[in-house]
């Protein structure tokens, strides 16, 4: 963005650009955390299940 526009804006605006700015940010870094913790789970679950103990399937069917 050019220095000419950021001038122009008023402090109310740019404190809600910025505000918005890092709503965004904090959402792409939950959204990040969540795929990070997803695949961790994932592999571990794996793991567990090449285990001679943990041969039992991972979910049951109740009915």
Same mark, same amino acid.
């Given at each position: 963005?050019?220095?000419? *526009?950021?001038?122009? &804006? /008023?402090?109310?605006?740019? $404190?809600?650009?910025?505000a918005?700015?890092?709503?965004?940010?904090?959402?792409?870094?939950?959204i *990040?955390?969540?795929? &990070? /913790?997803?695949?961790?789970? $994932?592999?571990?679950?794996?793991a567990?299940?090449?285990?001679?103990?943990?041969?039992?399937?991972?979910?049951?069917?109740?009915?």
């Amino acid at each position: 963005m050019s220095n000419k *526009a950021q001038k122009s &804006e /008023s402090p109310i605006d740019s $404190l809600k650009n910025e505000a918005s700015r890092q709503r965004w940010e904090l959402f792409h870094r939950a959204i *990040a955390h969540a795929k &990070e /913790s997803n695949n961790a789970a $994932l592999y571990e679950a794996d793991a567990q299940s090449g285990d001679a103990e943990c041969s039992g399937p991972l979910l049951t069917i109740v009915r």
